[in-house]
């Protein structure tokens, strides 16, 4: 794979993994504008590399795509701001991964362009998809089931295995704590944190390592999903299951991959009678968002627990208005 290869799978991966990037739609269309890109960049001589890529360069680019098929679009301003911050998030994204200096020629022709800066400015993000109450309180009473009920013994309550106990747990804190499936994956035994909290030995927030598109943050646990936390625990001990991960994928302890993860997540919603439509256990991450929203919380702080930008959160407010309630 080239380095221009290996720079966009990278990105792809991490984008998917954020949840910032679900529709294989988009995918298709980042795919072939990227693919365009490279073409125009090897066919170049001298060829034009990641690390030479220079405003005068981009200025090229967008002049040689003049002309062509009025079905690709390139003379719309708005698909030539979708393409330059394509390779602009790109670059910057790899400049992190391989701890080099950022190339900032997409920027740089961005900020040397205003007509085609502002194209979208007008244009609204779709708005998110998130549970109904109904929907959310029918989840969470199914996810709960997974425990012994208060004031029971616990043999009195046929056991689940420890997979399905960590799969209802695993959805419990994207619905709980607002994680993304690959915050799920990167939880380790260390990222539960009970100092502080107001119940004795309960998980009140957790620790999440940091990855590619965000820093490590903390993010607070509703205390329904934190009691589930704490028997996970419980359970994961009494199981022998080993290694770090908080969530691993064996009992040796590997890391529990994408795809397994992914079908675990649907397969307990369909269990828990709630549809697995577009948007997918991602919906849970955005109820979480406007829990947090409606109670109060700034739109900052939820940001920050969400390890976004803030002003991503816009597309929660434009939803707050019209929602009567929120679990």
Known sequence: MTAFGEAFEG??????????LRQEGSVSVYQDMWQAFVAWCLGQSPVV?????????????QAARFG???????????????????????????????????????ANWLAANPEVRYADASHADPLPEYL?????????????????????????????PWQEVRNRVSVALQLGAGLTPGDVRALTLASPLTQGGSARERPWKLHVPGNGNSPARETP??????????????????????????FPSTRSGKQWQKPSQYERARQVLEDAGVSSREGGSFRLRHTFALRQLRRGTSPEEVARWLGI??????????????LVEVV
């Open 309 to 322: 930008e803030p002003g991503k959160m816009r597309r929660y407010e434009r939803v707050l208005p019209a």
């Open 68 to 106: 062509r098929k009025t079905s690709d679009q390139s003379l719309t301003p708005r698909y030539a701001l979708r393409l330059i911050r394509l390779i602009d998030r790109v670059l910057r994204h790899h400049a992190a991964r391989t701890d080099t200096k950022v190339n900032t020629a997409a």
């Open 221 to 246: 646990v509703a205390p329904w999903a934190a009691e589930l936390l704490r028997h996970w625990l419980t359970v994961r001990a009494e199981s022998g299951v080993a290694g770090q991960y908080l």
């Open 11 to 20: 990105w792809l991966s991490d984008q998917r993994d954020s949840g910032l």
């Open 49 to 61: 590399s990641l690390s030479s890529l220079d405003l005068a360069d981009l200025q090229a680019f």
């Open 132 to 160: 109904s109450p109904s929907e959310a309180g029918q989840l969470i009473a199914f996810l709960s089931a997974a425990r012994p009920r208060p004031g029971t013994v616990r043999e009195t309550q046929p056991a689940l």
